[in-house]
Structure formats: C-alpha cells, structure tokens
C-alpha cells in the first residue's frame, strides 16, 4: 500500500510498498480518504518531539504518522458487531498510521464514529481537534461575560474559538493570539473579538487596552478570566513561554487556564503568579467520546464550518510537501487526501 515514512527532523516521504494492516480481534480495517496534519506532528517533524506516540511502524519498519482521520471499512475483525464494509467512519489511533491507504482501528466510542451523509471526508478529518476544543471549554466554564484569551490558533485554538461561540454566545471578549497573521484573520472569521501578534505588540499590554487593566495587592492582570494555551512551548520563538504569558494576563481572582498546546522541551518561566493570583491550572488531553458526536452533529447541522480551516490540499504522495506547508505562516489545516 501507498503510506508516508517519517525517517527524522524535516525528512518525510511517500512509500508505495508498505505491507497493509490486517484487522485482528475487535478491530476493522479503515480505507483512509482523508487525513490532518496535527500540531503535534508539526512538533515531531521540528524536532522529534512525541515521536514513539505519533508513528505506528509497518512490517518494513516505516513509520507512518496520523492520527486524525477519515475514510471507509474496508474490513472487520472478529467480533465487531454493528458495523459494515462501507461504512463511513472517523478514526482516531492515537499512534498514527493514518496517513496510508489503509489502517487498524479498534471499536469504541473514543476511536471509532460513524460520519453524517452530509460531512465530507475533509470536514470529517478535523473532528479529533474539534473535540479536544469541546473538551477543553467543558473543563473552563465559562460564563456569561467573562473575557477569554486563545493562546495560538491553529486547528485547535480556532476550534476553541468555534466552541465558544457555539456553547457560550454571550461570552465577554474572545482575544486570539498567534504569530500568523493569517491565523488571526481566520481567528477573526470563526468568532474572535481581538487578535493580538505577539511580534507587534506586547501580549498583556496590548490585552489590557481591550479588556482593562486590574491592579491590587496581588499583583496586575488584563482582566482575563480564562486563558486557553494551544500553543505550548516551541523554541524558536522568542519571548516568555506562553503559559508565563497566561499567567501574567490572567484575572487576580478566580482564573482559569486550559493547557493543550505541546512542549518541545522544557522552559523556565515565572511562576510567582500562581502564588498570587491563585488560579486553576488544568491540562486537557484528548475528548469525551461523546464529544466525537457532537463535534460531527455540528458539522452536520452547520453550526460550525470546519471546511473553511483547511487552507491546503495535498495527495499523500506529496506529503513532505504537504508538512513544509504546513510549518509556513499561510497554511492553517493542511490536508492530506488519499486516492484508493
């Protein structure tokens, strides 16, 4: 079968012989049409970061990352019920191999979902991160009013945004905060109030003119109730890691941060602010499973437009093209699309 090889750091490439996976017990084959470069795989292609998570090895010993995908059963294993050769599904494996021809995926809820008729399998392709982002605005509660910063917005941090929109109309400000500009136009798009580019202002400077400056005894804050962090750590940005960024912009009083974003290594960064401002850290990794469905019922009914964030479409024997692409200022989703 035709699968992607990750060999190292900037070195990816198209592989037309790879042995196909067979479906063992509880698992069916999936016929892949449709697959999403994730930030994480941008991180790994930087610098290998998460490798041993993201890559599923073939027999030959190629590596074939993916994980956010959508396609056809090709096949069933022993003891699946409720499910047919044809069906239209997502998958999610957690350790890649999406982006081939064909691959195993086990039968749950969490890994396996029937996609709506009137999804396409690009649109389809995006409802792992839309589900993360379901995720992570269940975990901050917000409510009516409170400003909200979104901390990189790729696929991720855009779907934040969307969540928000969709869950919490009458939210305060939704400020969206990435180094593209043409991420912060989409920001725009999809429901953000405010954009800020870290290379053209100060981040808590620039908030504190959109949302206030507050000022006691524990310290300063830009008014910021909830900071979402999609963007983690990544080291060749300059500046204060994101989460001190998080920190320093966040309310004095009952502040939330939603850790998502990926860490290439670690970091030094002042964390005083904890100390001061009390607030709650938490991480998010990964989604209910019933936020699968509901990432694809509002696909369905258009309460959301996840076709509008893919901004790149490459057939999988271009994929070292596709993930350059991706690492550059005017890619947002970068898809890859497989012929059967």
Aim: one cysteine or more; aromatic letters at 6%; a negative charge.
């Amino acid at each position: 079968m035709l699968s992607a090889n990750y060999i190292g750091p900037g070195q990816i490439e198209a592989r037309g012989d790879a042995t196909p996976p067979e479906a063992g017990p509880g698992e069916v084959i999936v016929a892949v049409e449709a697959c999403g470069i994730c930030g994480s795989d941008l991180h790994m292609f930087r610098n290998d970061s998460y490798r041993e998570s993201l890559v599923r090895q073939t027999p030959e010993g190629y590596e074939v990352p993916g994980h956010e995908f959508a396609g056809r059963i090709a096949a069933l294993g022993a003891d699946v019920e409720g499910w047919q050769v044809g069906d239209r599904v997502v998958g999610v494996t957690g350790q890649g191999g999406g982006m081939a021809q064909f691959v195993a995926v086990p039968v749950n809820p969490f890994q396996l979902v029937r996609i709506p008729e009137t999804v396409s399998f690009a649109e389809a392709a995006t409802t792992e991160p839309m589900a993360d982002a379901l995720q992570m605005v269940r975990k901050a509660e917000v409510t009516r009013g409170e400003n909200v910063m979104v901390l990189g917005v790729g696929i991720i941090g855009l779907g934040v945004i969307q969540a928000l929109r969709a869950k919490q109309p009458d939210i305060g400000r939704i400020i969206a905060v990435d180094v593209q500009d043409r991420r912060l136009e989409m920001a725009m798009q999809v429901g953000a109030t405010d954009t800020i580019n870290p290379r053209a202002a100060d981040v808590f400077d620039a908030a504190t003119q959109i949302c206030g400056r507050e000022q006691d005894y524990r310290g300063e804050s830009a008014n910021i109730a909830v900071v979402f962090d999609c963007a983690g750590y990544i080291k060749h940005i300059p500046g204060p890691p994101p989460l001190e960024i998080a920190l320093h912009c966040l309310a004095n009083r009952g502040g939330r941060i939603i850790c998502f974003g990926g860490y290439e290594d670690r970091m030094s960064i002042d964390f005083g602010y904890v100390i001061k401002k009390e607030p709650v850290i938490m991480g998010s990794n990964g989604y209910a499973a019933e936020e699968l469905t509901e990432a694809l019922e509002m696909m369905r009914c258009g309460t959301v437009d996840r076709e509008m964030l893919i901004s790149h479409h490459y057939p999988l024997t271009e994929v070292a093209e596709a993930f350059a692409v991706q690492g550059r200022p005017e890619a947002v989703k970068v898809m890859i699309e497989i012929a059967q």
